[in-house]
Nanobody, 119 residues
Framework: QVQLVESGGGLVQAGDSLKLSCVASVRTFSVRAMGWFRQAPGKERELVAT????????VYVDSVKGRFTMSRDNAKNTVYLQMNSLKPEDTAVYYC????????????WGQGTQVTVSS
C-alpha cells in the first residue's frame, strides 16, 4: 500500500512562489519514479513534472519549464515542486503520483492540494 500526502498549496498572487511537498508512506520510495500532475476546473489532468527514481532525470511540461523545479529526498521519502513566477493559468489542484518500483507508470495518487494564483 502506497500513501501519498501533498501539502504546500494555497492562494498567492501572480509572480509569487510556492513549494509543494509530497510524503510517501512506502519502504521502496527510492526505486519509484515520482510525478506531479495538475487538474484545472473543466480540464483534463496533465503531467507537470516527473523525476526518475534516482533523481538524476527530470521532465517538465513546456508551460512550466524555467519556472518549476522538481526534486526528491529519498532519505525523507519526499518529493518537492518549487513553483516560481506563478501565473493565473497555474491555478489547479496539484497531485503527487508514484510508480511501481522501477516502473514508469503512475499507479498511486495523493488527494491533491489546491493552488490558486490571482492576477
Amino acid at each position: 500500500q502506497v500513501q501519498l500526502v501533498e501539502s504546500g498549496g494555497g492562494l498567492v498572487q501572480a509572480g509569487d512562489s510556492l513549494k509543494l511537498s509530497c510524503v510517501a508512506s512506502v519502504r521502496t520510495f527510492s526505486v519509484r519514479a515520482m510525478g506531479w500532475f495538475r487538474q484545472a476546473p473543466g480540464k483534463e489532468r496533465e503531467l507537470v513534472a516527473t523525476i526518475s527514481w534516482r533523481g538524476g532525470s527530470t521532465v517538465y511540461v513546456d508551460s512550466v519549464k524555467g519556472r518549476f523545479t522538481m526534486s526528491r529526498d529519498n532519505a525523507k521519502n519526499t518529493v518537492y515542486l518549487q513553483m516560481n513566477s506563478l501565473k493565473p493559468e497555474d491555478t489547479a489542484v496539484y497531485y503527487c503520483a508514484a510508480s511501481e518500483p522501477l516502473s514508469a507508470r503512475y499507479d498511486y495518487w495523493g488527494q491533491g492540494t489546491q493552488v490558486t494564483v490571482s492576477s
